[in-house]
């Protein structure tokens, strides 16, 4: 009798083990537990539940990730994706044999020509990348680094062959009515994580290792004109209208916090909201926006950018229109910062000297706090306000490389605008505006 209960145990264990075993390998939807008839309705998913994910332990859970991608974007959206509480490993590379790439990243999430999605954390979800990637340029033949240099100069030899980027934790292309809620996403890129494979030093990095290391991630060298420039995004949105990202913090990443690339002209890629987001401690940039038109960021925090890898900009957020993929120039237009914090960000808080121009920029009610340089404005960029300020910096503002005095600029600019032209976000005004900043240490 106790022989039998002794292997009717056994077989139960075993059981219950196979059975959580083959769960951790369940990575696809499961359709019986929800109707798909009307696809117009919106379907409520559950990373663990309904693809396998399972937090807090070793294992990565980037496949999980993207099969509820996989699902929603079938489905052309109507769907919210629960990540419950607890910290998911993600991230993964694919090694290429074209002369594209050398290993390339896999975005974690995608959403893409979807409408009505809902991606939403809980207090304590964090999506955080994984070790035993590369990032930046190495030699194909072996593995190793290719030893450009990192500094500001001309890279020869830095061929897109040699190239191995992560990716975007979550992107957001051609698609509508988009909320990203109460998620940490953490690119994982800090001084203790870092393998230095160069010979030379690099911020924040004393030791130098040229092997690869499988227990972090290790960095190349150079690409792009300045550090190295390649995907590691927190959040990317492309192309998208009526997106809101809220209480996100995105940090740590090998390139910028958030980047913003829409059209400011099309009608379907406006009004992006960036409500209580933390971006912290990336490389290049907090903040990019790249093209775009109606554009909030409310009571978000952007600080430490290019404290430990550096890349180009190393400021707090960057307003740079860019042509895109089709050769159609973009720009920047009617964005209002609200309530905001920079502080700490390398080189600088706010940057709008590059590119082909922005407009109706206005800055409300922010703490905008510099080690160096606080705000450089370029010459195309146009109807710059900021109102209500507390600005600090050894170079407080530089209008088209040249040091203005702040405050006699407020005095002229009181003569000369009325109010209304200062306190509005939306009405075009050439000048840029300073009025009512207070100045600090």
């Not at 919106?42 to 509820?68: E, R, S, Y």
């Not at 999506?127 to 020869?156: A, Q």
């Not at 406006?270 to 109606?294: E, M, P, S, Y």
Request: with cysteine; aromatic share 8%.
């Amino acid at each position: 009798m106790k022989l039998t209960t002794f292997w009717a145990t056994i077989i139960c264990l075993h059981l219950f083990y196979s059975q959580a075993h083959s769960q951790r390998k369940v990575l696809s939807y499961d359709s019986t537990k929800h109707s798909s008839r009307v696809k117009k309705a919106i379907i409520k998913l559950n990373i663990q539940k309904d693809f396998g994910a399972i937090p807090n332990d070793t294992i990565n859970d980037h496949a999980a990730f993207q099969a509820a991608s996989e699902f929603i974007n079938s489905r052309k959206g109507n769907c919210e994706l629960l990540i419950p509480a607890g910290n998911y490993i993600v991230g993964k590379q694919i090694k290429l044999s074209n002369r594209d790439y050398y290993y390339r990243g896999a975005d974690v999430i995608q959403i893409l020509n979807a409408k009505n999605v809902t991606i939403k954390g809980q207090p304590g979800t964090k999506l955080k990348y994984d070790t035993g990637f590369r990032f930046g340029s190495f030699n194909p033949e072996d593995g190793s680094s290719s030893n450009i240099s990192v500094e500001c100069t001309p890279k020869p030899g830095a061929t897109s062959a040699k190239r191995a980027d992560l990716g975007r934790c979550i992107v957001v292309a051609s698609s509508s009515n988009v909320k990203i809620e109460n998620l940490v996403l953490d690119g994982n890129f800090y001084a203790e994580n870092l393998n230095n494979m160069n010979t030379f030093n690099m911020k924040c990095m004393d030791k130098k290792n040229t092997a690869f290391d499988p227990e972090k991630i290790n960095i190349g060298g150079g690409y792009g004109d300045c550090g190295i420039q390649l995907a590691h995004y927190g959040v990317m949105i492309a192309h998208s209208g009526n997106i809101v990202v809220r209480n996100v913090t995105a940090k740590r990443f090998g390139l910028d916090g958030i980047q913003i690339a829409n059209s400011h002209t099309e009608a379907g890629q406006k009004n992006v909201k960036l409500i209580q987001c933390d971006l912290n401690f990336n490389a290049r940039t907090g903040l990019a926006i790249i093209g775009g038109d109606k554009i909030d960021v409310i009571s978000t925090s952007i600080t430490r950018t290019g404290n430990c890898l550096y890349a180009a900009t190393g400021t707090g957020v960057d307003i740079e229109a860019e042509i895109d993929a089709k050769r159609q120039a973009r720009q920047v237009t009617n964005v209002k910062f609200l309530k905001c914090k920079f502080s700490n960000n390398s080189s600088g808080e706010i940057l709008a000297k590059f590119g082909l121009g922005s407009s109706n920029i206005t800055f409300e009610d922010c703490d905008i706090k510099s080690s160096s340089l606080a705000i450089n404005l370029g010459r195309k960029n146009s109807g710059y306000r900021f109102v209500n300020n507390r600005i600090s910096g050894t170079k407080v503002v530089v209008l088209e490389d040249k040091k203005i005095d702040v405050m006699a600029h407020q005095s002229e600019q009181k003569k000369t605008i009325s109010a209304k032209g200062v306190t509005s976000s939306r009405t075009e005004n050439p000048s840029n505006v300073f009025l009512k900043n207070v100045l600090v240490e």
